[in-house]
């Protein structure tokens, strides 16, 4: 059974950082592109970052540019989000998804 | 960046059939914004049915199908049935960059 496990949420205060971790397992990682998406409380659906399957091309949204990294390792079947400069309203559910795949999702609370 | 749109609501009967759609602000949605259409229950993850435009996956009930329609990208619901009453987002890609919709919540009733 194919499994995206999400690690490394928390509460962190604006402007702090967190680095996401999703594990892949069962799961042909390095054939797939890999995406964040994140879900405000009673929100939709927001793409954060998404990451080629050699890890030479990354997208962002604009609203993380310079300030958040996706990475992967294709060796250990993982991909990272790291998130800098935090602030209120990312406060979400972040899921990592690849292969038509989701994570169950990290909670990030940003707040003081 | 582009807004994707889609229809706030709609409602079906059982057993009958209704269209989502996904429009773009910049224009005709096309087969290379490579259109993406997901299903998300309360409290669960969302669940992705349609991938590039029309191809499903193993786990893709039949009686969902995507398509181009009109300028928008469309996901056809035909024989609906009440498991099927969830929010359905839609999620276009631009250059690299996806954007989702503001989802639709589809009550069967």
């Known amino acids: 059974e194919v499994q995206l496990v999400e690690s490394g949420g928390g509460w962190v205060q604006p402007g702090g950082s967190l680095r996401l971790s999703c594990a892949a397992s069962e799961f042909t990682f390095s054939a797939y592109w890999m995406v964040w998406v994140r879900q405000p409380p009673g929100k939709g659906l927001e793409w954060v970052a998404s990451i080629k399957k050699d890890g030479s091309e990354k997208y962002y949204v604009d609203s993380v540019k310079g300030r958040f990294t996706i990475s992967r390792d294709n060796a250990k079947n993982f991909v990272y989000l790291q998130m800098n400069s935090l602030r209120d309203d990312e406060t979400a559910v972040y899921h990592c998804v690849g292969g038509g795949f989701w994570g169950q999702g990290a909670l990030v609370t940003v707040s003081s | 960046q582009a807004v994707v749109t889609q229809e706030p609501s709609l409602t079906v009967s059982p057993g009958g059939t209704v269209t989502l759609t996904c429009g773009s602000s910049t224009g005709a949605v096309t087969s290379g914004h490579w259109p993406h259409w997901f299903q998300q229950k309360p409290g669960q993850a969302p669940s992705t049915l349609i991938y590039d435009t029309s191809n499903k996956y193993s786990w893709t009930p039949a009686r969902f199908s995507g398509s181009l329609l009109g300028g928008k990208a469309a996901l056809t619901l035909s024989g609906a049935q009440p498991d099927d009453d969830a929010e359905y987002y839609c999620?276009?890609?631009?250059?690299?960059?996806?954007?989702f919709g503001g989802g639709t919540k589809l009550t069967v009733l």
């Open positions: 999620l276009l890609v631009y250059s690299g960059v996806g954007v």
